[in-house]
């Protein structure tokens, strides 16, 4: 398995030490290697790296320690503004401010976000991806200036690893996979994919810190509830919306 | 650069030949290895080799030749069902049917294919990523058989390449990068980052053959139309909501 893949792990200690400007152009360069539509390239990549602005999109990320800790930054956006404004430079009228669009964009940006991550870690940096870029997504529009047909998908730090975390578990492999068509799981399929996962020591530990009778219950009552993720449906759908995704 | 990043390129033409299982297997183990939301992998990947099955999907993939030419075709479905199903049996109360759980999924599903993707490459294969995945969903759900809380949101097709067609050219690389915050782009911006594409061969050819006097209008006109795009939009919003991902 290539290097990379079979080693990446989230990193959230970082060292002081920056990302030399040559290695960081590669890292970005390698981004935009993927497969992207229509070679339209419908993202941009927003890289910060000032300290004061990482401090302002600190509590965008729930202040997570890595934020301000790496040194660089980057939110990787869904982008139909730099190529709606070619379009009409050029005479032409573009109808990409609608929702297939934000999805074929917010892909584009997805997958440059993976060989971002993958080309940092040939470096021998490590990178956290932050899903909280959705949560807050209106916030990070206004401290990073996005204009409309611009938004967030999705923001990764990157820097020099402070100790190397373990790898984490997955669930077997034919938890995931279906051959030919999608077979349902039964209740034994269920009790096989999160068998050893249940069974773990992290497991054990995570429900007497909680106090909580099964793995499932930590994630519903504490990690992922009810309010937090309808709460986030409505205000990202919004920002969708507000940032011109669905003009038509 | 990591090899297969620096030499990905999108293979359209086929052999024959079938994918090994052992390399199959850990090609979607690459997959697995992803960066996902919570270590939950809100993720299933639809293995499809049966040709009936191939030539079945072919038209939701505008017959393109590659989808029964390769050996393999794979289909990245956002999964929040089997994490409920798990959620549910467990006496816990899942609340992710909804537009957040929607998009954190498809990014899982989406990170997941960027890995397969090179993964595959490592071992000598070809790829191509099928964006129609999300123009015909709803006829992909049926074909597949996926149940309530999975929706494609990208396929690939995966086999030996019949030639190497050569690699795409991409817009400079400050033309998609922006330091610290958005930069909107000047109208001299916007000529320089498109000089390049619109003075090459490729696209005089375009012209010529498609009686327009410029290559935006070959997007706007030819590729991405307007009544396409919006009804894209419109079917693939009402796929995720058939698919239960706007329930709460």
Redesign the interface.
């Known amino acids: 398995?290539?290097r990379?893949?079979?080693e990446?792990r989230?990193v959230r200690s970082y060292k002081a030490d920056p990302v030399p400007e040559q290695i960081l152009?590669?890292i970005?360069?390698?981004g935009?290697?993927?497969?992207n539509?229509?070679?339209?390239?419908l993202?941009?990549?927003?890289?910060?790296?000032?300290r004061d602005?990482r401090e302002r999109l600190a509590p965008c990320h729930f202040n997570q320690p890595c934020v301000t800790q790496a040194p660089v930054l980057i939110t990787f956006?869904a982008?139909i503004?730099?190529?709606s404004?070619?379009?009409r430079?050029?005479?032409?009228?573009?109808?990409?401010d609608?929702?297939?669009?934000f999805?074929?964009a917010?892909?584009d940006a997805?997958?440059a976000?993976?060989?971002v991550?993958?080309?940092a870690e040939?470096h021998g940096l490590g990178i956290?991806?932050l899903?909280t870029a959705?949560y807050t997504a209106a916030q990070i529009c206004r401290?990073?200036?996005?204009?409309s047909g611009?938004i967030p998908?999705?923001a990764m730090v990157i820097g020099y690893p402070d100790g190397e975390p373990p790898l984490?578990?997955?669930?077997p492999?034919d938890?995931?996979?279906?051959?030919?068509?999608?077979h349902?799981?039964s209740?034994q399929d269920?009790?096989l994919?999160?068998a050893s996962k249940e069974a773990s020591e992290e497991t054990r530990q995570l429900l007497e810190a909680n106090g909580l009778?099964?793995?499932?219950?930590i994630?519903?009552?504490r990690?992922?509830?009810?309010e937090d993720?309808?709460s986030?449906?409505r205000s990202?759908?919004e920002c969708i919306r507000e940032q011109g995704f669905f003009n038509?």
């Open positions: 398995m290539i990379e893949i079979k990446h989230s152009t590669e970005l360069a390698a935009t290697r993927a497969s539509t229509g070679n339209m390239q993202y941009s990549m927003v890289v910060t790296r000032d602005l956006c982008d503004n730099r190529f404004a070619w379009c430079q050029r005479g032409a009228e573009p109808v990409y609608n929702f297939a669009w999805f074929n917010a892909t997805l997958l976000s993976q060989n991550a993958l080309e040939a956290c991806y899903g959705i401290i990073l200036q996005l204009p611009v998908v999705t984490t578990d997955r669930l492999l938890g995931v996979v279906h051959y030919e068509t999608y349902d799981y209740l269920i009790d994919i999160w009778p099964n793995l499932a219950r994630f519903t009552e990690r992922y509830k009810a993720n309808l986030i449906s990202y759908l038509q």
